[in-house]
């Protein structure tokens, strides 16, 4: 049971916005900076309106008066039960507008439920703040580490199967969430009837544009930082580069920190952030496990490259 002044976590705001009118709160707030994340409420809201029949009507708070407002909360709908408003940038209400949708937040508000948006946080404007207290809230922006998250769902929800890695590229280059969805869409025009998108269609992503690097990789994999690691290994896949290359670039690595003198000439010479010799030997010994796995059949050279990097991320190794 949703009581006033709460803030409900985005996903349950979500699925109650989509049902029907008896389970949304009178007045819902959604503030934050994130577009995408408002945009899907407002979305359910509509959905769930239209299921039961409800009217929706949008209204904008610039230059919104109280007369109006009060006359739409007031409104009866001909043709259904409950009506629905959307009111726009809500940070934007003035003190007519504040005072009139509080009044009515406070009485039955019978059939009618209301979702306020705006882009500003409820922290930084009184007038969200006593909406927020008089109704219900919703946080619109990614908490730290969800960004990764929410782009998978992206992803699955536009049916596309990406290589390994991509998600990360992606979340880590857009700016936000919203673009990131633009950019899923233009993997759209590439992918498969059954959804997969091939490697070589990642160019078109921000995250695959910068140039692939197996000296970026495997300076990653050997700090043991998986989030760069997962989005080199994105514009990688997207230039087809792997297999034996990417084993040499971390066993150099490695021999490099064992050996500085003899390995200097090699390509990938020592990694940015030296290596201990015990993390040295624990990364060789997955580099050796992969390169005879490569050997007895058991995988492929495409593999060769996730396979190292799973191994030397399970060995424990770190800079």
């Not at 909360?73 to 934007?92: C, D, N, Q, T």
């Not at 960004?147 to 590229?169: C, D, F, K, Q």
């Not at 064992?258 to 010994?285: D, I, K, M, V, W």
């Amino acid at each position: 049971m949703v009581r006033r002044g709460d803030s409900i976590p985005f996903d349950a705001a979500e699925r109650a916005l989509a049902g029907g009118w008896e389970t949304i709160p009178p007045l819902t707030t959604a503030a934050g900076p994130d577009e995408f994340l408002r945009e899907r409420l407002v979305r359910a809201f509509r959905a769930g309106g239209e299921r039961e029949g409800a009217e929706l009507e949008r209204l904008e708070a610039e230059g919104l008066e109280a007369e109006a407002l009060a006359g739409a909360l007031a409104s009866m709908s001909l043709f259904s039960s409950s009506r629905r408003l959307w009111i726009r940038e809500g940070s934007k209400l003035d003190k007519g507008c504040e005072e009139t949708l509080l009044a009515w937040a406070r009485g039955t508000a019978e059939g009618t439920r209301v979702l306020v948006t705006t882009a500003r946080e409820i922290a930084e404007l009184k007038v969200l703040q006593a909406l927020a207290a008089a109704g219900s809230s919703v946080a619109c922006v990614p908490r730290p580490g969800e960004t990764v998250r929410w782009v998978e769902r992206m992803i699955a929800e536009a049916g596309l199967s990406l290589p390994a890695g991509a998600a990360e590229a992606l979340a880590g280059h857009a700016r936000d969430l919203l673009e990131a969805r633009q950019e899923i869409e233009k993997l759209r025009a590439h992918a498969e009837p059954s959804g997969k998108v091939p490697p070589r269609a990642l160019a078109a992503l921000r995250g695959a544009r910068a140039g692939a690097s197996l000296d970026r990789w495997a300076d990653a994999v050997l700090a043991r930082d998986r989030a760069t690691a997962r989005r080199e290994a994105a514009a990688l896949d997207a230039e087809g580069i792997g297999g034996t290359s990417a084993l040499w670039a971390v066993a150099e690595r490695a021999l490099a920190a064992l050996e500085p003198q003899s390995f200097a000439y090699r390509r990938g010479g020592a990694p940015r952030t030296p290596l201990t010799p015990s993390n040295a030997r624990a990364a060789l010994h997955a580099v050796y496990a992969a390169d005879r796995a490569l050997k007895r059949g058991e995988v492929r050279d495409a593999e060769l490259r996730d396979l190292i990097e799973r191994n030397v991320m399970e060995t424990g190794t770190r800079a």
